[in-house]
């Protein structure tokens, strides 16, 4: 019987930083698993190190439900970012070993197609509403059929979302970036940025919208009324979705959509969110919520209660997540969109292959496993460089969400 023989992580910051795991079987095949989570990544690579490596090596690569219910309650200590991502990355290279030896690409273990692509939504920005529609005209120009607006709020000087090179990239900045907000001032200026992309561009495609966490489940039921006209696909984390009741009250003050989920790790997360059907589309991800097998048992959840899936899929989700991500993204049946931003240029040496763009639709690799290799002499081109997420202060000086 195949066993596994080793376990190594790699961080390394090809364009940015990234934790891979990388496992061997005695048979000789590989399988990788993305570790990494944002501004915290050492805490996960030691968590695999230290932790989970020693467990991994003598066991058999093919029981992968047997495997995450062995770390999930062999830790004793439940949930967490940091767990699930390392919970996530053990479980998505035993998926990689398991579509290698069978030959198939992992999506078809998963119950095969369900659509024939996976629309994604990318990221236009502005430093104001006039730099955002050229942006929007640029992403529509370049095919795609969904897109996400943000604009920085003039009052404050900006807001999350805006990129300032070719790619979106929050933790830029050695020790956190502190940048002001307002509340009112964005609850005055975002709505007229979207109108504004309606009105130029009409409703031939899906606008979305990221509220980053900022406002108060009050504010966001205003802000949802507010924009009820532009007809969002969604807004996004409306508010802090820690307290899963808190979207009751959104829910029954607008018709604007709803998705939340990015930085929430496990089912118990989202199910009052989903059982409740608080929100529209649940955006936990393969890298932050235990791997294929638990956002798998996530999306069936929501599958029951017609919540759609909406993957988190920014810079810091490695092209092996991505690639995951669109096996199941095409298998399952409730899927929504996923977020698709790229990676820079940097990360592509390292990381090779993955899913196809077209037509602003995502394909996945139709090779054996994952279909993403790891080029670990390329990666010791890029050493790790310790990048942090910004804070948010309110203009009285106060910590906010950021
Ligand atoms: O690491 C944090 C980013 O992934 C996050 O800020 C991006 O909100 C985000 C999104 O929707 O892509
Ligand atoms: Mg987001």
Redesign the pocket.
Known sequence: MSRIERAEVFVASPGRTFVTLRITTSDGVVGLGDATL??RELAVASYLRDHLVPLLVGKDPARIEDMWQYLYKGAYWRRGPVTMTAIAAVDTALWDIKGKVAGLPVYQLLGGRSRDGVLVYS?ASGRDTAELLDDVERFLALGYRAVRAQAAVPEVGGT??IRKGTLYE??ATALPDEQPWDTEAYLNFAPTYLEAVRERFGFGFHLLH?V?HRLTPLEAARFGKAVEPCRLFWM??PTPAENQEAFRLIRQHTTTPIATG?VLNSIWDVQTLITEQLIDYVRTTVVHAGGVTHLRRIFDLAALYGVRTGS??????SPVSMAAAVHLDVAVPNFGIQ?Y?GHAEETLEVFRGGPTLADGMLHPSEVPGLGVEYDEKAAERFPYQARY?PVARRLDGSVHDW
């Open positions: 944002n501004g990221h999350y979302g929050p933790a990221d980053h996004e984390d990015e988190h899929g920014a810079t810091d989700l977020e931003m997420l």
